[in-house]
């Protein structure tokens, strides 16, 4: 470190659900087919226990955003999302305005569960949609139909959300742009005020990895991707991120504190958080298969690390640089601790090759950075 770290960066919490209905083969989040009762109650236990014990790690610093990712966190009661949140906010300091979001599948709503959510703090649904064809969804091993994804959205909106956002895919077996761009419309005509509209990708360890699906070629998604982002801004939904996209006033505070390389407590199986102290930037994580997790949670961290020189200076460009309007260059020495000068070489290198702006005091890529993204992180890599 060539400066202290400040300990004031800001602060999210990740809260992670490992259960889904059935296992989708394009999927390698931490997610398991759910065999038998969901232990809603011991898992929120677990839950709070993590939390409890990462309370004195931040030292009065307030909780910005929450996240209840997964899986699938909408399989779980409203009681005991109720309970989990009064849990967190008698163990940390939140935020008056704090963000709370929670992942619902389609196939897994239940009205009656939304309203309670909402009842219990959280203030923004993020609804696994994927594709708007019964087709793709079946072809995707989807649990849901398109009804089902529509009529979600109608009972997070009856149930007084006023801050949705809809997962897309496209670049999705046999897809034309004409598909893609006919999903994007569907999505649009429902009016949400987010939509995070992701590449399909290949994971190794899924179903899809091993039984390959034919995908659109390079041209093909190209296409899709230039048609989609013009209708994106025609109606309004500004990206602001690779794959993240919002009407004015609603980005999505948690991730972009990811992307900014911000800290994160991080609660349940297989979860990852980040926690700026005075020794340096320390990643830590907890067990990742269900039942291990729940027999140790809030005892210790399954694994943790501080982050030397080079993976701080690589893992903030690889968050900062998928923002399309990167970062002020101040925040890479407030964030690491590292000098700027660590950077001169390398930002040189992505200048020269039209890769980074060059806009002094400020990190930002060009459409080519963002449209070459893993050349413009090589150079940090390289450097
Ligand atoms: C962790 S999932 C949680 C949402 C919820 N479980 C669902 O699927 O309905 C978050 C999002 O990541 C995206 N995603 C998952 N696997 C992906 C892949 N292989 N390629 C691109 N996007 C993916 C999907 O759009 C998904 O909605
Ligand atoms: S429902 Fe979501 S988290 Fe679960 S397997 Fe499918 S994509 Fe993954």
Known sequence: MTQPLPGDVPLSLYVHVPWCLRKCPYCDFNSHELKGALPEQAYVEALLADVEADAPRIAGRSVQSIFIGGGTPSLFSGRSIAC????????????????????????????????????????????????????KLQALGRVHDAEQARAAFRVAREAGYGNINLDLMYGLPEQSPQQALEDLRQALDLEPEHLSWYQLTIEPNTLFHHQPPTVPDD??????????????????????????????????????????????????????????????????????????????????????????ADDLR??????????????????????????????????????????????????????????????????????
Not at 250 to 262: D, E, I, S, V
Not at 341 to 348: D, M, R, T
């Open 219 to 308: 041209d093909r998604l190209m296409e899709m991707q230039e048609a989609g982002l013009a209708l994106l801004a025609g109606q309004g939904y500004a990206q602001y991120e690779v794959s993240a996209h919002a009407r004015e006033g609603f980005r999505c505070r948690h991730n972009l504190n990811y992307w900014r390389f911000g800290d994160y407590l991080a609660a349940g199986a297989g979860a990852h958080g980040k926690l700026t102290e005075k020794e340096g930037v320390r990643r830590y994580w907890r067990a990742r298969q269900p039942n291990a997790y729940m027999n140790s949670a809030g005892r210790a961290v399954a694994g943790e690390r501080l982050l030397a």
């Open 84 to 135: 989990l949140l009064e849990g967190v906010a008698a163990r940390l300091p939140l935020a008056e305005d704090v963000e709370i979001t929670l992942e619902a599948n389609p196939g897994a709503v239940d009205a009656k569960h939304f309203a309670a959510y909402r009842e219990a703090g959280v203030n923004r649904l993020s609804i696994g949609v994927q594709s708007f064809s019964g087709e």
């Open 314 to 383: 690589l893992e903030f460009m690889m968050n900062a640089l998928r923002l399309n309007d990167g970062v002020p260059m101040a925040l890479f020495a407030e964030r690491t601790g590292l000098a700027e000068a660590a950077l001169s070489e390398p930002l040189a290198r992505a200048r020269d090759q039209g890769l980074l702006d060059d806009e002094a005091g400020w990190l930002r890529p060009t459409l080519r950075g963002r449209h070459f993204l893993n050349d413009l992180l090589g150079v940090f890599l390289d450097g």
